[in-house]
């Protein structure tokens, strides 16, 4: 199984940018559907987006369509998450995660598959 770590996480203003990178170790990469979720205070784990291997559809969260990319590089085994355009709604905390072809996040606990690391923290402030 597919074990990952994020960084990257720091502070940037209102309309700034960061880049997040996930490194993942062991299991088989490009088999791994590879996905970024966010944690803000006092809300529930909201999607960010995913990326599988082959690329084809990349599906993104709403509230981060048109602002964030999601990438990643196989022979690196790593996944990057830009973010631009920053919001003072982006602050939160990043978690990386790796789940297995063919699998799912189950609604309301995405938590319960997959691997995840400890996540990055990310403040929008001026």
């Known amino acids: 199984q597919v074990q990952v770590s994020e960084s990257g996480g720091d502070s940037a203003p209102p309309g700034g940018s960061l880049r997040l990178s996930c490194a993942a170790s062991?299991?088989?990469?490009?088999?791994?559907?590879m996905a970024w979720f966010r944690q803000a205070p006092g809300k529930d784990l909201e999607f960010v987006a995913e990326?599988?291997?082959?690329?084809?559809?990349?599906p993104y969260g709403d509230s981060v369509k048109g602002r964030f990319t999601i990438s990643r590089d196989d022979a690196k085994r790593t996944v990057d998450l830009q973010m631009n355009d920053l919001k003072w709604e982006d602050t939160a905390i990043y978690y990386c995660?790796?789940?297995?072809?063919?699998?799912?996040?189950?609604?309301?606990?995405?938590?319960?598959?997959?691997?995840w690391g400890r996540g990055t923290q990310v403040i929008v402030s001026s």
């Open positions: 990326i599988a291997s082959p690329v084809r559809y990349i």
């Open positions: 062991g299991g088989t990469f490009s088999d791994t559907v």
């Open positions: 995660a790796a789940r297995p072809r063919g699998t799912t996040w189950p609604t309301g606990r995405p938590r319960a598959v997959g691997s």
